[in-house]
């Protein structure tokens, strides 16, 4: 994304200036505008809204939001895209992983503006109506998740890599989820469902 | 009495049957606490302490009030705080984001306090004191013994005198503690993510005195707890009183590092342990003084000696305490520490006295479960190809180990379950139990579809909700043997009832109807009727029954044992497990594919222990300097090893639980294999390549 693009006559380098280049923080709230409500109420928290455009799972949404809200923050809970977990907030455990234009990002590690114009594939969007994607279908078989919070994540990264490369190795399985923990210990379950899932593809298609 | 059928009889126990709520869980239509979005929702936050130990003076809350979109404050909550994370204030606010920065909005004045955050220090009389007024930071000394040790040591050909160092594990559940409280009227419904809704609906009633039958809490999905999450804590009453005051819901999740700080830990051990044998093998003597720290609570104790038998011991144990976060249970509290310790000294005793380690353990090991299983996983592991330790040259050596480990487990004769048929033919159960991960939804499901003998898709669990019959919290691997033979007890009395229905339409005695498969058959008028022809003489009024646990179905106590082999590069330290073999017995297994995907994850959980995990205190402000999950490091998928998991059978027990007992017997196992493959021996965990490194250094100049 370039630097100047505009998010209701924000720019991007401006804003990111703002907030000292941090996602949320105290350090942002030093520097901040005060406008109307400020006046009313003593402390107002964010500079003016901005309006974004996200494709989410094939539907087009339009929302105003505070600048500083992470796409993590949006997904969750401006669109109700509850599936996509929260755990660290700080981009060290994949539980938030989604496919924005074809790759996966860390949904906690981005803000919103930056993904205005963009499409985003969440977990929620994966199944066809009651058709579940092959990958869906493998966790469920394989037993490849006990409490389940990490397997949106995982199950992310696992479409990804598929998308890319339609016969991974084992290693290569375990590379294109090793951003992705676990605390039930569900991996060797998680690799033999993405491999499985691979296999059926291939067969599928 | 009732018994389970026999295996070869069964369609949904002792099967691979997939999760009941596998769907939802990947499709990411399960609700987790963390999920719940209510009408007018507001978000609430914890002021944490920054000192490891003040007295809190002053909580000036006037301009969090004054911030826009604050709704509810909650000033002073203690007059004294702890540990670097303890609670201080409250808020609850629009957004998450001015809930956080409402905390930097409060003024607090402190009167800092002197503090402790190593137990070794600690313990001693010249250190400061974790709560003010006391004398020492000591619990209360335990003493136990059996025979008398001087004789044991004096008939021992060899003995080994070590102590022994295990580190502080967080539980690092990925759902972070947390809680969404709503009022309605005076009731009080809570979602919270613990593993016990009535535990926590109880104590809840306790801590705001309140009727215990205006407060309902809810789980129907849980992000993992491993011990850490028996309620209530603090934060479901500092949210319920959020809550109130703003007359609104309030969602109150905790952070990471939260959750590293303030709510719980497996607690730290130091165990200084002499042991002694004779040449022949015989074990003659045992002897532990060991302390350990659970911060400001206690629980560091150890089950010592583990699993050997010891003619003559004595152990001595307190806990010590620091200006630290509060230890929980964690996965087989204490029987890790115990193991690593143990198997550690096995090893070295059986190098001593030039006895193969297994040998050793088979001769000292009164368990019989265990002795076949020792002897199932050696054949399947290859443990004759182990080498002498250290005797591997270049700069990759791989090393075998063996560890084993017990648990108790077993059924709350408490618990109770009420099964309903309805007259469409469907069924379902109502059971206040929880599923923290371990597929309760499912077994419950299993054992009710089984009993009925109809399709699992015609029957509905219904589970994590304190408004269900009362059932243990999900902790000691009870949950099994607890909730499975009570749903099969209230199913069984539910059949009846509608036999009895058939019955009394027929005017015959129930005795002359048999139910097999979907279909009752009338004796002696050649008559049959299906499953749902007989529910329909239901006549629009479903039918129920309670019931209540009885013995005969479940069991407690097992054993199990698992093997490792691991690769340690000598030039980087690094250590890398390569499969793990697991023989563990649980009697009867409900599920064969959920029982599996458990003990990979005890097993997960061992390599983590061992090789990763650790808390870090700085000894100079308190802090936890990696309360986050890149530094305080979990296993990954590039740590994995292969895993052989094979369950001894021992069925005709009855069921009991997994949770725990996979979780030890791999910690001694792979520390072992550490010492098989560099020939010297590691005394504390983790073990961290700088470890290995210094032991290797250590060796080759000694």
Not at chain 2, 409 to 424: C, E, F, S
Not at chain 2, 429 to 444: E, Y
Not at chain 2, 538 to 550: I, N, T
């Given at each position: 994304m370039s630097e100047d693009k505009n998010h209701d006559g924000l720019s991007r380098r401006r804003f990111m200036k703002g907030i000292g280049g941090g996602v949320v923080g105290t350090a942002v709230l030093t520097s901040v505008r005060r406008g109307k409500a400020a006046e009313k109420y003593g402390i107002v928290i964010g500079p003016e809204k901005a309006k974004i455009t996200l494709t989410v799972n094939g539907t087009q949404k339009t929302l105003e939001i505070d600048p500083r809200m992470t796409l993590l923050d949006v997904l969750r809970n401006r669109l109700s895209f509850t599936g996509t977990k929260q755990v660290c907030n700080k981009g060290q455990c994949g539980a938030c992983t989604v496919i924005l234009d074809g790759r996966t990002v860390l949904a906690c590690s981005m803000l919103a503006i930056d993904a205005d114009g963009t499409s985003i594939e969440t977990i929620e969007g994966l199944?066809?109506?009651?058709?579940?994607?092959?990958?869906?279908?493998?966790?469920?078989?394989?037993?490849?998740?006990?409490?389940?919070f990490c397997t949106p994540g995982f199950i992310m990264s696992g479409v990804v890599l598929l998308r890319h490369n339609p016969s991974p190795t084992m290693d290569e399985i375990k590379e294109a989820v090793s951003g992705n923990l676990c605390r039930c210990g569900t991996y060797p379950h998680i690799f033999k469902a993405i491999d499985d899932a691979a296999k059926a593809m291939k067969k599928g298609g | 009495m009732s018994k389970w059928k026999a295996l070869e009889k069964m369609t949904y126990i002792h099967q691979e049957i997939t999760r009941v709520d596998g769907a939802a869980k990947v499709s990411g239509k399960a609700e987790y606490t963390y999920d719940i979005q209510r009408q007018g929702m507001l978000y609430g936050r914890i002021l944490r302490s920054p000192h490891p130990h003040a007295k809190v003076l002053n909580v000036d809350t006037s301009k969090v009030e004054t911030l826009h979109g604050v709704k509810a404050v909650l000033g002073k909550i203690k007059d004294e705080v702890y540990f670097v994370g303890d609670d201080v204030a409250a808020v609850a606010a629009e957004s998450e984001a001015i809930a956080e920065y409402a905390l930097t909005l409060f003024k607090v004045d402190y009167e800092v306090l002197p503090f402790t955050v190593r137990e070794q220090e600690a313990k001693e009389e010249d250190t400061p004191k974790v709560f003010s007024g006391r004398d020492n930071n000591l619990g209360q000394v335990r003493e136990n013994s059996e025979g008398d040790v001087e004789k044991g040591f004096a008939e021992a050909d060899a003995i080994i005198e070590r102590t022994y160092h295990l580190n502080v594990q967080v539980h690092t559940p990925l759902e972070s503690h947390g809680c969404v409280c709503e009022w309605r009227g005076d009731d009080l419904y809570m979602w919270d993510s613990t593993q016990g809704v009535h535990g926590t609906r109880s104590g809840m009633a306790r801590a705001l005195e309140m009727p215990e039958n205006q407060i309902h809490v809810i789980t129907h999905h849980m992000g993992?707890?491993?011990?850490?999450?028996?309620?209530?804590?603090?934060?479901?009453?500092?949210?319920?009183?959020?809550?109130?005051?703003?007359?609104?819901?309030?969602?109150?999740?905790?952070?990471?590092?939260?959750?590293?700080?303030?709510?719980?830990?497996?607690?730290?051990?130091?165990?200084?342990?002499?042991?002694?044998?004779?040449?022949?093998?015989?074990?003659t003597a045992f002897q532990m003084d060991s302390f350990g720290t659970g911060g400001v609570s206690g629980g560091a104790g150890v089950p010592q000696p583990y699993i050997y038998s010891f003619p003559h011991w004595k152990t001595r144990h307190v806990d010590v305490?620091?200006?630290?976060?509060?230890?929980?249970?964690?996965r087989a509290p204490g029987h890790p520490q115990a193991n690593f310790a143990m198997e550690s000294a096995m090893d070295e005793l059986a190098e001593k006295l030039g006895i193969d380690p297994l040998n050793f353990r088979l001769q000292n090991d009164p368990n019989q479960a265990r002795q076949q299983e020792f002897k199932i996983g050696a054949e399947k592991f290859g443990w004759n190809r182990r080498k002498p330790s250290g005797s591997q040259k270049g700069h990759l050596v791989r090393g075998f180990g063996v560890g084993a480990g017990r648990w108790g487990?077993?059924?709350?004769?408490?618990?109770?379950?009420?099964?309903?048929?309805?007259?469409?033919g469907k069924a379902d159960?109502?059971?206040?139990?929880?599923?923290?991960?371990?597929?309760?939804?499912?077994?419950?499901a299993s054992v009710l579809a089984e009993e009925l003998e109809i399709d699992l898709a015609d029957v509905k669990p219904l589970i994590g909700e304190s408004d269900y019959p009362w059932a243990p919290n999900s902790g000691g691997?009870?949950?099994?043997?607890?909730?499975?033979?009570?749903?099969?007890?209230?199913?069984?009395?539910?059949?009846?009832?509608?036999?009895?229905?058939?019955?009394?339409?027929?005017?015959?005695?129930?005795?002359?109807?048999?139910?097999?498969?979907?279909?009752?058959?009338?004796?002696?008028?050649?008559?049959?009727?299906?499953?749902?022809?007989?529910?329909?003489?239901?006549?629009?009024?479903?039918?129920?029954?309670?019931?209540?646990?009885?013995?005969?179905?479940?069991?407690?106590?097992?054993?199990?044992c698992q093997f490792a082999e691991v690769e340690v590069d000598t030039e980087t330290g690094k250590v890398k497990v390569l499969r793990m073999v697991a023989v563990q017995d649980c009697g009867l297994v409900v599920n064969l594919l959920t029982a599996k995907s458990q003990v990979n994850g005890a097993i997960i959980g061992e390599v983590g222990y061992t090789l990763l995990e650790n808390r870090l205190l700085d000894a100079d402000t308190g802090i936890m300097p990696n309360a986050d999950l890149e530094n305080y490091k979990i296993p990954g998928a590039l740590e994995m090893p292969e895993f052989d998991v094979s369950f001894f059978d021992e069925h005709e027990r009855g069921v009991i639980g997994l949770g725990e007992p996979p979780a030890i017997p791999g910690v001694g196992a792979i520390a072992n294999a550490v010492s098989n493959a560099i020939g010297t021996r590691l005394y504390e965990l983790p073990i961290t390549p700088d470890k290995v490194l210094m032991a290797i250094e250590t060796r080759k100049e000694g």
């Open positions: 199944a066809d109506g009651d058709t579940l994607h092959p990958i869906q279908e493998q966790f469920i078989k394989n037993d490849a998740l006990q409490c389940g | 993992g707890g491993f011990g850490s999450k028996f309620g209530p804590k603090s934060y479901n009453i500092h949210c319920a009183d959020l809550a109130k005051k703003a007359g609104a819901p309030v969602k109150l999740m905790l952070n990471r590092e939260e959750e590293m700080l303030a709510v719980g830990n497996r607690p730290s051990s130091f165990q200084t342990i002499k042991m002694g044998a004779k040449k022949d093998g015989t074990l305490h620091i200006n630290a976060g509060p230890s929980t249970p964690m487990g077993g059924g709350n004769k408490r618990t109770q379950a009420i099964a309903t048929i309805y007259p469409d159960v109502k059971i206040g139990t929880q599923d923290i991960g371990v597929g309760t939804w499912t077994i419950v691997s009870q949950t099994a043997a607890s909730v499975t033979p009570t749903v099969k007890l209230a199913a069984e009395k539910v059949k009846s009832a509608l036999i009895q229905v058939v019955a009394d339409e027929y005017g015959i005695p129930a005795e002359q109807i048999t139910y097999r498969k979907k279909t009752f058959t009338i004796s002696g008028k050649g008559e049959t009727l299906t499953w749902k022809q007989a529910c329909s003489l239901l006549d629009g009024k479903p039918v129920s029954e309670m019931a209540q646990w009885q013995e005969g179905l479940s069991d407690s106590g097992t054993a199990g």
